[in-house]
C-alpha cells in the first residue's frame, strides 16, 4: 500500500500548495482521498487523472472539494479528447444532500457511503469514525488485509480517536494548531493532541498535516515528539509512505 501527499495545507494552499489530498494505490488500483484546492494540478505530476478508480470524500468544506468541479471537467474533456465514457465514483457521506448531489457530474457519479458500515473499494476496506467538526465529518480507518492507515480529516480532540486508530501502521492528523493553541471551536487539533491520540494508540508513523500557513511549521514535530516516541513526519506535498 502506497500513500503519496497531494496536498496538506489547512484552510488554503500556501504558496505552490494544495489543500487536503492523498493518493492510495495498491494492485493498480487508484483512489484519491479528498480534492482539495491545488490537488487536480499536484496529482498530475504523478498519474493522470484518467488512472483513478475511485474518489473518497471526508467532508463537503471547501479546502477539501475544492477542485471537484475541475476534476470533473477533466473527466468530461477526457470524453470529449478518448471518447472515454466511463464515470468516476465519487463517494461521500449523505448527512448533506446537497453537497453530496454536486458529486455527480456528465462523467463522476455519487456514491453514498454509510458511516456505520464497512466500505470495500478494490483491495481498501474502509471503516468510518464521525470527527468533531461543525459539519459533519469522517475520518477513516483503511487496510488492505496487511497495513492499516488512519485518517482523521477535520477534527477536535476526541478520547475515543485513540480506539480507532489503534495499532495504525500510519496516522494522518489535523495539525492545524500549535502546541497550547486551542481549536475546538474551529474542530481541530494541536500538535500535542495529535501526538497523543498516536502515543496512547502505539501507532508506527505519525504524519502531521492539515498545516497552519503561520509559524514554523517543522516546530510542529519538536512539539509532537514531546508527546509521541514514535515516528514523526511533516506532511508534505510528495511525500510517500509505503507499507
Not at 468516476?88 to 453530496?100: E, K, N, R, V
Not at 458529486?103 to 470527527?131: D, S, V, W
Not at 501502521?169 to 494541536?190: E, P, R, S
Amino acid at each position: 500500500m502506497k500513500l503519496t501527499v497531494i496536498g496538506c495545507w489547512g484552510g488554503y494552499p500556501a504558496r505552490d500548495g494544495a489543500t487536503s489530498s492523498y493518493l492510495l494505490e495498491k494492485e493498480g488500483f487508484l483512489l484519491l482521498i479528498d480534492v482539495g484546492s491545488g490537488a487536480l494540478s499536484k496529482l498530475q505530476k504523478y498519474k493522470a487523472v484518467s488512472d483513478l478508480d475511485a474518489v473518497i470524500i471526508s467532508h463537503y468544506h471547501h479546502d477539501h472539494i475544492a477542485d471537484l468541479g475541475v476534476l470533473q471537467y477533466a473527466k468530461l474533456i477526457e470524453y470529449y479528447v478518448k471518447g472515454a465514457n466511463k464515470r468516476l465514483p465519487i463517494y461521500g457521506h449523505t448527512a448533506d444532500q446537497a453537497s453530496f448531489q454536486t458529486l455527480t457530474h456528465e462523467y463522476t457519479k455519487a456514491m453514498p457511503y454509510n458511516p456505520k458500515e464497512e466500505l470495500k473499494l478494490g483491495p481498501f476496506t474502509i471503516q468510518f469514525f464521525e470527527t468533531v467538526h461543525p459539519v459533519p465529518c469522517y475520518g477513516m480507518r483503511i487496510s488492505d488485509g496487511e497495513s492499516v492507515i488512519v485518517y482523521t480529516a477535520d477534527t477536535s480532540y476526541k478520547e475515543e480517536w485513540k480506539d480507532f486508530a489503534q495499532g495504525a501502521d500510519l496516522l494522518i492528523v489535523d495539525c492545524n494548531y500549535y502546541a497550547g493553541q486551542d481549536g475546538t471551536k474551529a474542530g481541530h487539533m494541536n500538535s500535542e493532541e495529535g501526538a497523543r491520540i498516536a502515543e496512547a494508540a502505539g501507532v508506527d508513523t505519525l504524519m502531521l498535516s492539515h498545516l497552519p500557513q503561520y509559524g514554523d511549521i517543522h516546530q510542529l514535530v519538536i512539539e509532537a515528539k514531546k508527546h509521541y516516541k514514535g515516528n514523526v513526519r511533516l506532511a508534505e506535498e510528495g511525500a510517500i509512505w509505503q507499507s
